[in-house]
């Protein structure tokens, strides 16, 4: 069952990384001037970090993670699971496979993408730990 659960929440992760170079792109095409590169992935890395945090932080009852060892091995599965969603999907919409120079610019930006997601991510959850009326200490 925490395999399973390791699993899923990488491939959400990785679909959320997707969706946001999806968006960059969608950000890029509203400005309509720059580099398309420093727009889309400038835009692209702040809305998937958000997006990550947004799920990791938001949804932790019901992924049920443990914040050190569980985000390690979701931070390692994501580079696998994220090919899986990739390759399909660039094959539908595109008629061909997509080269391995993509995969691997994907996993490029994933890596300094989730790093932050991750690490911003298990700060808040300690604050929330930390806040929690459970651990405060109670005046008589």
Known sequence: MQT???????????????AS???GFWIFQLRASGEQRLVQGAAAMIVGISLAVFWLVFFR??????VEFDYIRIF??????TPVIFVPVHFVLTGYFTRI???????????????LALAVSAAILRYLEQATPENSISEN
Do not use: T
């Open 4 to 18: 399973v659960k390791l699993i899923l929440n990488a491939f959400m992760v990785g679909a959320l990384n997707l």
């Open 21 to 23: 170079f999806v968006i």
């Open 76 to 81: 390692l599965l994501v580079f696998v699971c």
């Open 101 to 115: 120079g993509n995969i691997i610019a994907i996993a490029a930006y994933q890596f300094p993408m989730n790093a």
């Open 61 to 66: 009852k019901f992924n049920r993670l443990q």
